[in-house]
Nanobody, 125 residues
């Protein structure tokens, strides 16, 4: 599975952005898809995840109520709608996917087999 993340950019604090993760080679059916972010010198951080089959969603506490992860079946996309962006949301955001991830591992980068390249989100004051 090849993943392609898109939608990053520069936005003012309080603004919104929508990231998309597209898969080529196969559909997301049966996969868990996660969004992670990373800033220089820090470890990769889980942001949100979704089980394609069933649609269960999972969020880091830091983004609950502000970010929404969703699936767009017709286009085989996983979107991350980011609202009320804060300076501390600035990071490179990457999507990842894997099959058969148990719920307790959804937030662990090591649980994901496939990764896309990152897209930079910069939140300015």
């Amino acid at each position: 599975v090849q993943l392609q993340a898109s939608g990053g950019g520069l936005v003012q604090a309080g603004g919104s952005l929508r990231l998309s993760c597209a898969a080529s080679g196969r559909t997301f059916s049966g996969y868990t898809v996660g969004w992670f972010r990373q800033t220089p010198g820090k470890e990769r951080e889980f942001v949100a995840g979704i089980k394609w089959s069933g649609g269960s969603t999972y969020y880091a506490d830091s983004v609950k109520g502000r970010f929404t992860i969703s699936r767009e079946s017709a286009k085989n996309l996983v979107n991350l709608q980011m609202n009320s962006l804060r300076l501390e949301d600035t990071a490179v955001y990457s999507c990842a996917a894997s099959r058969t991830i148990i719920q307790s591992s959804i937030g662990m980068p090591s649980a994901y087999a496939y990764w896309g390249q990152g897209t930079l989100v910069t939140v300015s004051s």
